[in-house]
């Protein structure tokens, strides 16, 4: 996130937003289109197996992770790509036309 889109509600300032990758997890877990995709699932359970397993909650699952968790995680290439992947899609699936917003053809 460019520092004109970050947020600047008080709670999200105690999140470890320093961490380069942070801002990505958390435009991932801010995402409702998880909520029937579930194209974020393994990522989700890979940072709190447990946690997620129990609530299939992604902002929870990132706001209760360890600092040390996140920063390893991040630091782990296949993660990295896997994350980079995740966000690349979704943001392409937010600028891709929507089916009714493309021009129909004319009826004869």
Same mark, same amino acid.
């Given at each position: +996130?460019?520092?004109?889109? %970050? $947020? *600047? /509600? %008080? !709670?999200?300032?105690?999140? #470890?937003?320093?961490?380069?990758?942070?801002?990505? &997890?958390?435009?991932?877990?801010?995402? +409702?289109?998880? *909520?029937?995709? /579930? @194209?974020?699932?393994?990522?989700? %359970?890979?940072?709190?197996?447990? !946690?997620?397993? !129990?609530?299939?909650? #992604?902002? &929870?699952? !990132?706001?209760?992770?360890?600092?040390? =968790?996140?920063? *390893?995680?991040? @630091?782990?290439?296949?993660?990295?790509? =896997?994350?980079?992947?995740?966000? %690349?899609?979704?943001?392409?699936? $937010?600028?891709? #036309?929507?089916?009714?917003? =493309? #021009?129909?053809?004319? &009826?004869?």
């Amino acid at each position: +996130m460019n520092s004109q889109s %970050q $947020v *600047s /509600h %008080q !709670l999200y300032n105690v999140l #470890p937003t320093d961490i380069e990758g942070f801002e990505s &997890l958390a435009e991932l877990a801010l995402d +409702m289109r998880w *909520s029937w995709t /579930h @194209a974020t699932d393994a990522l989700w %359970q890979e940072i709190d197996p447990d !946690l997620w397993a !129990l609530t299939n909650n #992604p902002w &929870l699952v !990132l706001v209760t992770a360890s600092r040390h =968790k996140i920063e *390893s995680l991040l @630091a782990d290439p296949v993660f990295h790509e =896997k994350l980079n992947r995740l966000v %690349q899609a979704r943001r392409e699936a $937010v600028e891709a #036309p929507a089916g009714f917003s =493309k #021009p129909t053809p004319r &009826l004869p």
